[in-house]
């Protein structure tokens, strides 16, 4: 079956780093993604992971191991505007997009 | 980026009525698009995909029936929501992909559709 697990919630202070990890255990893998989604509106894109190793940009940066069904998402120097909900997501077979239940992260001043 | 736009942004309406949410690609071919339903506070779900010409597959648990996808173009995807009742009630949101783009692995997703039953 697919399954996506990542922490529900966390909390984190501002200017701090905070991690959020992702594990799966899906059909098939085409690549792993991590989008922000604040409350109401659609998610956006922040990263994909295709081949393992660390994807950098900016103040994020996502980690990928195949061989672990493991990822994480890197948040650097935290702003109040990074209060949102987090969303671990695989590429399966035909396609299709399947996300984790995602994790509500809250930014502390 | 891809740009994907999803109209109504929100919309009310009568529990037995139907409603139609419509999902397009402004500048680019989607030969796949996916529509998903967030309730409050939850994951999104996948219910169906949708391929240009072809009939949609549907996830195990969506009645087709009642959720009619039609993706009758490269540009355009409707999902209508037939006999709509209360519990449909959520946030439905359309994403697209043209496959064969290496430049865009990523699926581009729509605003979002507040449907709300009364």
């Known amino acids: 079956g697919q399954n996506i697990d990542q922490p529900t919630e966390m909390t984190a202070t501002e200017g701090a780093i905070v991690q959020i990890n992702c594990t799966y255990q899906t059909s098939g893998f085409n690549g792993l993604f991590w989008y922000q989604q604040h409350a109401g509106e659609a998610p956006t894109f922040l990263s994909y992971?295709?081949?393992?190793g660390l994807e950098e940009k900016g103040r994020f940066s996502s980690f990928l191991s195949r061989s672990k069904g493991y990822s994480y998402l890197l948040l650097k120097e935290l702003q109040m505007k990074d209060s949102a909900s987090y969303l671990c997501?695989?590429?399966?077979?035909?396609?299709?997009?399947?996300f984790g239940k995602g994790t509500r992260l809250h930014i502390l001043p | 980026g891809a740009v994907v736009s999803q109209h109504p942004s929100w919309v009310i309406c009568k529990s037995g009525t139907s409603v139609k949410i419509e999902c397009r690609s402004l500048?680019?071919?989607?030969?796949?698009m996916f529509w998903y339903r967030q309730f409050p506070k939850q994951s999104l779900m996948l219910m169906a995909t949708?391929?240009?010409?072809?009939?949609?597959?549907?996830e195990q648990g969506v009645e087709k029936d009642k959720f009619l996808i039609n993706h009758a173009s490269l540009t355009l995807s409707t999902l209508t929501v037939t006999s709509a009742h209360p519990e449909d009630s959520s946030f439905y949101i359309c994403s697209a992909r043209s496959q064969g783009d290496r430049m865009w692995p990523e699926a581009f997703f729509g605003q979002g559709t507040r449907l709300t039953v009364v």
């Open positions: 992971n295709v081949l393992d």
């Open positions: 949708s391929n240009e010409g072809s009939k949609a597959t549907y």
């Open positions: 500048d680019f071919q989607a030969t796949t």
């Open positions: 997501a695989v590429r399966d077979v035909g396609d299709k997009i399947i």
